[in-house]
């Protein structure tokens, strides 16, 4: 099941001018590509996985809408899900490929005790802040050293606003700084990948699988909140798998990392990680009751969403080697409306596209899908999510009801968007 929360205000960073002024209200719910296989993106915990999971490696190898629309790829489902994109902290509120090798190279290591400090002194080498000039405004990010090639990874509304003729800066732990270009971005993940040259010395982050996550584990997030470079947060995981919608666009859709760890405007980009230091997700997105006094975004309340290092790795990799990157989609259209709530019914099919992999498998449309794996689907988003997180080409498990019958389970390969 999956829980209410009040709804809050945001304000998206690098706002148009000639938008609206009006804040959007959520509400948040609860809830084989190239030579990856299904074991290097194990399920959500609860969820058995494909095949026994691997260790957590050292680092990664290379290789919106509303009702009715198609799970993954441009055209979404109903928006249902929450967390605005923290993204660059705004200092004006009224602005609104080739093949690269990546190298797995961990930062500096202290010896890891299982303290906060321990954590923070091993990311602070790999931390960079992010800092956007654009046409109509500035603002200030955070993002992660990923190789010593000069890859950087961070959201994708943190340099958003850089559009056509904006200027990027990267800020390193050491005091330098660098001009960056931008390398490949996905709005549907809200992930983004910078590249800066002639830069020595780099220190890469580790990752590790959110998957081995527990809920009261203790995590450190890392960033620039408010503008405040190279600061460091903890706190604990709150959820490990909860559905939220965010990015410059409301449009990415993910099983969250949720962490009571303060997470800030500034923050967007930055690394989450355990107490061995390394990374297990990417700071994305806050819960707000209210707008801040200035009509801005609210500030940290102790609900902070971070993207998975699973699906964070398989993007960059993508944004990489290509310059873009796909998502998994089951080949169906769901009904829905923002104000749905969770149900224990599960998500019913509005329709099952021809030849797609849904039908392949045997789904109808009115089936109602109520697990993917053993991800409980309680919201559209819930299900859109559950189906992003694996990798194109995985086989999952969709578990659904049909005319009010018994429970049914069909394996569905997962096409590409």
Do not use: C
Not at 19 to 27: K, W
Not at 103 to 123: H, Q, Y
Not at 330 to 351: A, I, K, M, N, Q
């Amino acid at each position: 099941m999956t829980t209410n929360v009040q709804p809050g205000s945001y304000t998206p960073d690098f706002r148009d001018p000639q938008a609206s002024n009006e804040e959007p209200t959520v509400v948040l719910p609860t809830g084989q590509y190239g030579s990856y296989t299904g074991t290097d993106f194990p399920a959500p915990p609860g969820v058995p996985p494909l095949a026994p999971n691997p260790a957590p490696a050292p680092g990664f190898q290379r290789p919106k809408r509303r009702v009715g629309a198609m799970i993954g790829g441009a055209a979404m489902a109903a928006v249902l899900g929450a967390g605005a994109g923290i993204g660059s902290y705004a200092f004006l509120v009224d602005h609104n490929p080739s093949g690269v090798s990546v190298t797995s190279a961990a930062a500096p290591s202290p010896t890891l005790d299982g303290t906060v400090s321990a954590a923070a002194a091993k990311i602070e080498p790999s931390l960079v802040t992010i800092a956007v000039q654009a046409s109509n405004g500035s603002g200030i990010g955070s993002g992660m050293v990923l190789d010593k090639d000069g890859h950087i990874l961070t959201n994708n509304h943190v340099v958003a606003g850089a559009g056509n003729g904006g200027a990027i800066t990267v800020t390193f732990h050491n005091g330098t700084t660098a001009t960056a270009k931008v390398v490949g971005t996905s709005e549907l993940n809200d992930l983004a990948v910078i590249k800066v040259d002639g830069v020595n010395d780099l220190n890469p982050v580790t990752f590790a699988n959110s998957t081995d996550l527990q809920v009261g584990q203790t995590v450190v997030a890392a960033g620039a909140p408010l503008g405040l470079s190279e600061s460091v947060t903890s706190g604990i995981v709150s959820n490990t798998a909860r559905p939220v919608r965010s990015g410059t666009n409301n449009d990415a859709v993910y099983l969250a990392v949720q962490t009571d760890a303060a997470i800030n405007p500034g923050n967007s980009g930055g690394p989450l990680v355990n107490l061995n230091g390394d990374v297990v997700g990417i700071n994305s997105a806050i819960a707000g009751t209210s707008s801040g006094p200035d009509g801005g975004q609210s500030g940290n309340i102790g609900i902070g969403f971070a993207i998975p290092s699973e699906v964070a790795t398989r993007v960059a990799n993508d944004l990489i080697t290509t310059g873009k990157t796909t998502n998994a989609q089951l080949g169906v259209r769901l009904t829905g409306s923002d104000s749905e709530l969770p149900t224990s019914t599960g998500v019913p099919l509005g329709e099952v596209v021809s030849s797609g992999p849904a039908e392949k498998a045997g789904l109808r449309a009115g089936d109602v899908v109520t697990k993917l794996n053993n991800f409980h689907t309680t919201t559209t988003d819930g299900l859109i999510a559950a189906t992003r997180f694996y990798a194109p080409g995985t086989t999952v498990s969709v578990t659904f009801v049909r005319d009010g019958g018994a429970p049914q389970t069909v394996d569905v390969t997962l096409g590409t968007t």
